[in-house]
């Protein structure tokens, strides 16, 4: 697999809590995508990080990437109940197709 | 935002059985993808297609898989035969140039094999 076993987490917060998921990648990426999935639904991105970048923001999300370390993080400040998801890390093994990690679920309880 | 449109929701056939998953693409996309999620796992990449071809397959892409998308109809994919181990929940993606662009899922095809 592309990604550690410790990848596999559930996280229970508050409302207006911050939250920050890690993901580590074993193989060469130049970009770290992180993907979330509301029950069911399919997967949404919603922030991507090129190699060249150490942090990327977006609105409430920030995600930062050390290719030294071969690792990815996602934070969401202020969080709200309609965070609640799972969140995926996402780099390409393929050429074309995504691999991704095993998620994290967050849960945010009003 | 664009979506991915995927039928039907859920599929229970019997082992030995052919299933057709279909997917509704984003109308302008060009490349499109099949993933694969067993419950509790991690999704996994299947198949990736443009302009009638197969691009690039992962080693969970079966000779029993096939995927057409016949006259710019549904993009397809076809188990023939399925076994208890296809069971899962089978994701569609698009997009709309190569490589780097976003891919867009649509909702999962959940398939129960008995």
């Known amino acids: 697999s592309q990604w550690g076993e410790e990848n596999l987490q559930a996280l229970s917060i508050q409302e207006g809590e911050d939250v920050t998921m890690n993901c580590s990648y074993k193989t060469y990426t130049t970009v770290v995508q992180w993907y979330r999935q509301k029950s069911g639904k399919g997967p949404a991105l919603i922030i991507l990080?090129?190699?060249?970048?150490r942090e990327k923001r977006s609105g409430r999300l920030r995600a930062t990437l050390d290719t030294s370390s071969q690792s990815s993080s996602l934070s969401i400040t202020g969080t709200l109940a309609t965070d609640t998801a799972v969140y995926f890390c996402?780099?390409?093994?393929?050429?074309?197709?995504?691999?991704f990690g095993l998620g994290t679920r967050v849960s945010v309880f009003p | 935002g664009p979506k991915v449109l995927q039928i039907p929701s859920h599929q229970i056939i019997d082992m030995g059985q052919m299933v057709t998953l279909n997917c509704d693409p984003v109308s302008n996309h060009l490349y499109f993808y099949w993933y694969k999620q067993i419950l509790g796992q991690q999704m996994e990449f299947l198949v990736n297609f443009y302009n009638g071809k197969v691009m690039e397959k992962s080693k969970l892409f079966k000779d029993q898989f096939s995927v057409e998308r016949p006259d710019g109809s549904y993009f397809t994919l076809k188990i023939q035969p399925t076994a208890l181990e296809d069971s899962a929940v089978y994701f569609c993606?698009?997009?709309?140039?190569?490589?780097?662009?976003?891919?867009?899922f649509g909702p999962g095809t959940r398939l129960t094999v008995l």
């Open positions: 993606a698009s997009s709309n140039r190569d490589k780097y662009a976003e891919q867009f």
């Open positions: 990080i090129r190699s060249n970048e």
């Open positions: 996402a780099t390409r093994d393929y050429a074309q197709g995504l691999t």
